[in-house]
Each structure stands twice: as C-alpha cells, then as structure tokens.
C-alpha cells in the first residue's frame, strides 16, 4: 500500500471521516484482498510508517477492526488478523440465513415494483458477472450488494447492521471457496429461483429459498 495519510492538524482540518476509519478501510480492504493473511500478524510499525502516520490512529484502526471480528486481540503479542474455524463459519451462515431468509419473506410481501424492479437489474448483473468465473471479485461484489439491497428494502436498520457485521467475517474466508468450480452457475441458478418466489410474491418460497442458497454457499466454503 503506497497511500500516505496525513494526521490533521486541527479541529477545522478534519475530513468528514476521521483519520483512524480512513486507516480501518485501508486494513480492511487488505485483509479482504488477502494481503494481510487470516493468522498472520499485524506489523504496527510497517504499517503506520508505509501510511506515514502514527500509531495512534492505527491502534485505533484496528480496535474498529477487532469490533468486527476481522482482527484479534493478543495479549503481549499485538493484532492479528481472524481465523476463522469451520465451526465460526456454520455459525455465521446460520445467523445470516435467519436474518435474510426473514429480510427476504418481508421483501416478497411489501416491496414496491420500482424496489422489485431494482433487484431484477441487480440481479442481471450478477448474470452478467457470473459469465467468466475468473471475474470472482466483480461476482462477489454484485452479489454483496443484491443481497444488501434486499435488506435495504426489508427497512430493518438492525437487522441491517448485524448482517453487515457478519457479512465481513464471511469475506475472511471466501476465498477459500473462491467459487469451487461450478458454484457461480449453481449460486446463480439459487438467485434465479429466490427472484422467481421474490416476484410471484411467496414469502414461505422465498425463505426456502433464501436458506438453500446459504446452506449451498456454506458447503461449497467448507
């Protein structure tokens, strides 16, 4: 990472984002990138003089970090970044199925055409995204924001923000999966299924679903 941050100097130079969440985003988009490596540890005083700041905002950065789950906490031996075990990721699939799978079932039954409408072009950019299974980060991301449009829709700000959560530690292990040869087509053919339920308004359909999809995608990561 070749960017350099500068600390602000004063209460009217700061930016809208404080400096410490500008440092959060980078780390994070590291970890997710695999340039820092699930177990590996976190070389503060690499980091800090690579982004020419202090550490002050970079242990800050990463208290953020370790809220989310995406670093760990060692006493005496500094931060490294999460591994996360088989029995972390049945957890976080099986929490984020009951969350979506009702997000989705709310969907189904209150959204507007024009909200229906939004999710059918999402979801012709998945299609489209899913035609090279080479192109994994751009599948990924249209696939990230479906399912955080669907959630947008269901109007739930909690729900929201603990699969927000969750989701991130999905991303420290998706690679692993990096959709295991023919899991695009057969994600794919589950996204096609959940717009089928979504559309003709069958909120119990679209749950199931929902869940197959999750059950899927946890035994193509394992």
């Known amino acids: 990472m070749s960017a350099v941050l500068s600390e602000p100097?004063?209460?009217?130079?700061?930016?809208?984002?404080?400096?410490?969440?500008?440092v959060a985003e980078l780390l994070r988009q590291r970890i997710f990138k695999r340039?820092?490596?699930?177990?590996?540890?976190?070389?503060e005083l690499k980091i800090a003089q690579?982004?020419?700041?202090?550490?002050?905002?970079?242990?800050e950065a990463l208290k953020v970090l370790a809220a989310e789950g995406l670093v760990t906490?060692?006493?005496?031996?500094?931060?490294?970044?999460?591994?996360?075990?088989?029995?972390?990721l049945a957890d976080v699939y099986h929490l984020l199925s009951l969350l979506e799978c009702d997000a989705a079932a709310?969907?189904?039954?209150?959204?507007?055409?024009?909200?229906m409408t939004e999710?059918?072009?999402?979801?012709?950019?998945?299609?489209?995204?899913?035609?090279d299974e080479s192109h994994t980060d751009e599948f990924f991301a249209v696939n990230e924001r479906f399912h955080m449009r669907l959630l947008e829709i269901a109007n739930n700000r909690w729900r929201n923000q603990i699969v927000a959560d969750l989701r991130k530690v999905m991303k420290l292990n998706r690679h692993?999966?990096?959709?295991?040869?023919g899991r695009t087509a057969e994600s794919l053919a589950e996204h096609r299924a959940l717009?089928?339920?979504?559309?003709?308004?069958?909120?119990?359909?679209?749950?199931?679903?929902m869940r197959e999809h999750f059950a899927n995608g946890l035994e193509a990561a394992n």
Request: aromatic fraction near 4%; hydrophobic fraction near 40%; charge should be neutral.
């Open 9 to 22: 100097r004063s209460a009217s130079a700061l930016s809208p984002r404080a400096l410490y969440e500008e």
């Open 35 to 43: 340039e820092l490596e699930p177990g590996s540890w976190i070389d």
């Open 50 to 59: 690579e982004l020419g700041i202090s550490r002050t905002p970079l242990r």
């Open 73 to 88: 906490m060692k006493v005496r031996r500094g931060a490294y970044v999460t591994e996360v075990s088989k029995d972390d």
């Open 106 to 115: 709310v969907v189904a039954e209150r959204a507007t055409p024009l909200e």
């Open 119 to 131: 999710l059918e072009q999402l979801h012709a950019q998945l299609e489209a995204a899913g035609l």
């Open 176 to 181: 692993n999966s990096l959709l295991k040869r």
């Open 195 to 209: 717009m089928a339920a979504l559309k003709a308004r069958d909120p119990q359909l679209t749950q199931q679903r």
